[in-house]
């Protein structure tokens, strides 16, 4: 009998595409893990943490194991950027296996859990790649699927300590369709592929079309206002477009929304693409010196505090005032700070980064 209870986020794999995915990436899948997609297909896993000899550095807790499908999209999609990590790590001799005969199983809190399917004696070995601060890949203890799996275990052990492993609560949602593109890229080639996977993961909700019931119709509507295609899949579905525009970051996108009907009024101070931009000043009659909502434009791309990619903002600013737009930079936060202010200061900022 398993230690673990796996909630479902799919319908079950077929050997046809196992054996598919094994042709497209060139080794052979360890038997137990092949068991383990056709009887499960991935999920999420409780407990949900592989116990680790090197507790200090950790194996953080999976949020996923992967299905058939995710498989295949990681590899067609978003695997070259995997495999670039892989390799650094490799030719720095901080790990003696060959990266390309890894195969990535699942999305932890931080990193990703890995089969190692060359063919030798490692064969079937369990490693961790932890990409935020931690060591690179890692040999885990796990010589198997299967040995990791039977070594599960709460986060905080000694906090579930007296708490059995039961089912998930029948008012469970599973929120795969809300962390889709979290992990895969869209991009034009793989568009297609990407749009099937989100119907697979859609379709496996009991009730497609009384998800908005049990997750905010609009959010979801909104965490993939910048890809057409979902969107069309889901106004067909009887969802709605929201009643403002946010954080639309593609061109393309904001093209189709508008010519379906969606209302881009105040989007100058969410969107984050130049591209963007230009089109709702140029063609949509935005002004960048008017407030929405109580924000101007220019103090949103002018963010002092709080800044996590201050680089991909330096980069942003610049676009805009390369542009040419007529900018009022004497307008005022609430402390004072001119627009110019704030430019100056993140100048300053970036070059001292440099």
């Known amino acids: 009998m398993h230690k673990y209870y796996i909630h479902p986020e799919e319908g079950p794999a077929t050997e046809a595409r196992i054996l598919e995915l094994e042709q497209q990436r060139g080794f052979r899948i360890p038997d137990d893990y092949k068991a383990f997609l056709l009887q499960y297909n991935g999920g999420v896993i409780r407990p949900d943490t592989p116990r680790s000899e090197t507790r200090g550095l950790g194996i953080f807790p ?11 999209l990681v590899a067609t999609a978003n695997g070259e950027e995997i495999m670039e990590m892989m390799i650094d790590d490799y030719e720095d001799e901080l790990f003696e296996l060959d990266p390309r005969k890894l195969l990535s199983i699942s999305l932890n809190e931080r990193g990703n859990l890995l089969l190692y399917c060359g063919e030798d004696e490692e064969f079937g070995r369990v490693c961790y790649a932890n990409y935020s601060g931690g060591d690179g890949i890692i040999k885990t203890q796990y010589a198997s699927f299967t040995e990791m799996m039977d070594n599960l275990e709460h986060f905080d052990p000694e ?22 593109n979290y992990y895969f890229l869209w991009t034009d080639q793989h568009q297609e592929k990407t749009l099937q996977r989100f119907i697979e993961v859609y ?12 997750i905010n119709e609009r959010s979801l509507m909104e965490y993939y206002i910048n890809y057409p295609a979902i969107i069309d899949f889901l106004l067909k579905e009887g969802f709605e477009l929201p009643e403002k525009l946010k954080r639309v970051n593609h061109l393309e996108a904001i093209k189709h929304l508008i010519e379906i009907g969606g209302n881009p009024e105040g989007l100058l101070i969410s969107t984050r693409n130049i591209d963007v931009i230009k089109y709702l000043i140029e063609s949509c009659g ?15 791309y002018t963010t002092i505090e709080g800044i996590v990619f201050r680089h991909l903002q330096w980069k942003l600013l610049n676009q805009i005032l390369e542009a040419g737009f007529d900018i009022d930079y004497n ?24």
């Open 203 to 214: 379709r496996f909700l009991k009730k497609p079309k009384e998800i908005r019931d049990r």
């Open 331 to 354: 307008i005022q936060d609430e402390k004072g700070r001119t627009v110019q202010d704030r430019i100056d200061w993140l100048r300053d900022l970036n070059t001292k980064k440099k």
């Open 286 to 300: 935005q002004n960048i010196n008017t407030a929405y909502d109580g924000k101007f434009p220019m103090m949103t």
């Open 159 to 180: 906090a579930m300590k007296d708490v059995r492993v039961l089912p998930f609560s029948e008012n469970f949602v599973p929120q795969k369709i809300f962390s889709f």
């Open 62 to 72: 999976i949020e996923r194991l992967f299905s058939i499908g995710d498989l295949e």
